[in-house]
């Protein structure tokens, strides 16, 4: 069992920088993947960036690509996913989730995560 727990949302103009992070508990795997989606009024859930806790490897949406940058301290059992250059589209809640056990070619489903945070909301003005 993983619990995952969100924080650091709030409202900025574009352009601007949020961090927000992802304090996870339980025991992880080889394989355990902890990312980032977000979801818009009236939109699907889309994928925005993971992590391999093991290695490290990070995987990212393109349309978040060079702006935004996932990490995790392993001592404090935490990802952050920092974002630079905020656009009013990056505008929806946030949602922090993990797997024990994903492919690769299945890192950017959301239903291939079997644990998710409360979600927190990003709003990013123009």
């Known amino acids: 069992q993983v619990q995952l727990v969100e924080s650091g949302g709030g409202l900025v103009q574009a352009g601007g920088s949020l961090r927000l992070s992802c304090a996870a508990s339980g025991r992880t795997s080889s394989r355990f993947f902890i990312g980032w989606f977000r979801q818009a009024p009236g939109k699907d859930r889309e994928f925005v960036a993971t992590?391999?806790?093991?290695?490290?490897?990070?995987y990212y949406a393109d349309s978040v690509k060079g702006r935004f940058a996932i990490s995790r301290d392993k001592p404090k059992n935490t990802v952050y996913l920092q974002m630079n250059s905020l656009k009013p589209e990056d505008t929806a809640v946030y949602y922090c989730?993990?797997?024990?056990?994903?492919?690769?070619?299945?890192?950017?489903?959301?239903?291939?995560?079997?644990?998710w945070g409360q979600g927190t909301q990003v709003t990013v003005s123009s």
């Open positions: 989730a993990a797997d024990q056990s994903i492919i690769l070619s299945s890192i950017r489903r959301p239903e291939a995560y079997d644990y």
């Open positions: 992590i391999n806790w093991s290695a490290g490897n990070q």
